[in-house]
C-alpha cells in the first residue's frame, strides 16, 4: 500500500518525530511505499490567499471556493499545493502525525488542509462523504497530548476525546471520502517514562501493520441516507434495559465484539450503564421499531435482559 504521512512537529528529537520515524520504517519493513511530508521541514505556508493559485477567476473579489473549482478546471493550483494534492491522490493511506494544541491540529497541519482540500477537485454539492473525491482510502490520525487519558474521559474535564477529534476525522476527512480508522492517541507523553513510550512507539507499530485489517469509524454518513436537506433519513430509538439474570463471561465477551459492530455500522449511537451496571440506556439508529427489535434479539445478551423502546423526535 502506498502512506502518506503528514507530520507537524518542528522539532526533530520530539515525540511526534519519534512516532513519524518509526512509523516510516515499520512501513517499508512490511513492504509498504512511504511519503511524508514534514510541513515545518518544507516550510510550508499554510495561509490560504491567492497564491494558492497560478490562475485567477475573480479579480475584485476573493472566494476560495470559487478560485478553487476554476483551478481544477483550468490546470490553476501553484506548485505548493499541487504537489501536495498529488500525494493524497496517490496515497491509499493518509496519516496526520500531530500534538494535540487547543483541543486541534496546530495551525499549520490546518493550513494545510484548508489549501489542499480544494473545492470541486476534492469535494463538492453530491460528492461528500462516501462520495467524495478521496472515497476508497482510509485516513488514522496519530495525535499525542499533554493531559492524560483520564482528562478525555467521559468525565473528563476537557470532554470525551471522540468529541474533540471529530472536526478533524468527521469534518476534515470523512467528509472528503476516507474512510477514517480508531485514532492512535498517545496521551501525556512528556509526563511518563521512556519505557512507557516505547510501549507507545510499539503499540504504534502493530497499528500500522494491521491497517489494512482495521475495521473504520461507523459514522461517516453514507450519501444515500441523507435527504435533500442534509439530514439523516434513518430514525433514531431509546432503549432502556434491565438485566433480569446475570449473563455468563463467554455471552458478556460475545456481546462487547457485537456492541463494536454495531459501532461501525452506525447502528448504536450510544451506551450507558447505570453505576449499579443493573439497568442501562442503547440509542440506535434503525428504520423503524420492528429493525430495533430485530437488532435487539440479534443481540447475545437478550434472553438474559428486559427492553423497553422509544422512538425519539
Ligand atoms: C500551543 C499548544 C497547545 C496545546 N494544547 C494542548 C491541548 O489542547 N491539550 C493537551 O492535552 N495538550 C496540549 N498541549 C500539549 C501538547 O499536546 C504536548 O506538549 C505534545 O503533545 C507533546 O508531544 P511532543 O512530541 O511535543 O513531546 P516531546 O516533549 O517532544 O517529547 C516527550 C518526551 O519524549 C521523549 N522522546 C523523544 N523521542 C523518544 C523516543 N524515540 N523514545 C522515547 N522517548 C522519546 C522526549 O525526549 C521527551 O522527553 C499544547 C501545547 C502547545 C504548545
Redesign the pocket.
Same mark, same amino acid.
Given at each position: 500500500m502506498k502512506f502518506l504521512l503528514v507530520h507537524a $512537529?518542528l522539532?526533530q528529537?520530539? #515525540?511526534? =518525530? +519519534? %512516532?513519524t520515524n $518509526?512509523a516510516v520504517v515499520v512501513l517499508r519493513e512490511a513492504g509498504h511505499e512511504v511519503c511524508v511530508s514534514n510541513l515545518y521541514e518544507m516550510n510550508f505556508n499554510p495561509v490560504s490567499s491567492r497564491e494558492n493559485f497560478t490562475t485567477v477567476a475573480d479579480a475584485d473579489f476573493f472566494k476560495q471556493q470559487r478560485e478553487e473549482a476554476y483551478a481544477t478546471d483550468n490546470d490553476g493550483f501553484a506548485p505548493e499545493v499541487l504537489t501536495e494534492l498529488e500525494k493524497v491522490e496517490w496515497c491509499d493511506v493518509l496519516i496526520f502525525q500531530f500534538? %494535540? /494544541? /487547543? #483541543? =486541534?491540529v496546530?495551525a499549520i497541519l490546518k493550513g494545510w488542509v484548508d489549501r489542499v482540500f480544494a473545492y470541486k477537485r476534492v469535494y463538492a454539492r453530491g460528492h461528500l462523504y462516501s462520495e467524495g473525491a478521496f472515497a476508497g482510502k482510509k485516513a488514522l490520525i496519530s !495525535?499525542?497530548? &499533554? &493531559?492524560p487519558e483520564t482528562?478525555?474521559s467521559p468525565l473528563g474535564m476537557?470532554g470525551e476525546m471522540d468529541k474533540i477529534l471529530f472536526p478533524i476525522q468527521h469534518g476534515m476527512l470523512a467528509f472528503v471520502g476516507f474512510d477514517v480508522l480508531p485514532p492512535f492517541l =498517545?496521551y =501525556? !507523553? +512528556?509526563h511518563i517514562s521512556?519505557a512507557e513510550?516505547?510501549e507507545m %512507539?510499539d503499540a504504534w507499530a502493530d497499528r500500522l501493520r494491521t491497517v489494512a485489517t482495521t475495521e473504520p469509524l461507523g459514522w461517516a454518513p453514507k450519501i444515500t441516507e441523507v435527504d435533500e436537506t442534509g439530514q439523516d433519513i434513518l430514525p433514531r430509538f431509546l432503549t432502556h434495559f434491565t438485566i433480569i439474570t446475570e449473563p455468563p463471561a463467554d455471552v458478556l465477551q460475545a456481546e462487547n465484539a457485537m456492541t463494536a459492530r454495531l459501532k461501525a455500522q452506525s447502528i448504536l449511537q450510544s451506551l450507558h450503564l447505570a453505576e449499579d451496571r443493573r439497568q442501562g440506556w442503547l440509542t440506535l439508529r434503525a428504520a423503524s421499531l420492528e429493525d430495533v427489535e430485530r437488532i435487539l434479539q440479534s443481540l447475545p445478551v437478550y434472553p438474559y435482559l428486559q427492553f423497553e423502546t422509544t422512538r425519539l423526535k
Open positions: $512537529h522539532e528529537k520530539s #515525540f511526534n =518525530s +519519534a %512516532l $518509526h500534538p %494535540l /494544541w /487547543w #483541543f =486541534s496546530p !495525535v499525542t497530548t &499533554g &493531559g482528562n478525555y476537557n =498517545s =501525556s !507523553v +512528556a521512556d513510550r516505547q %512507539l
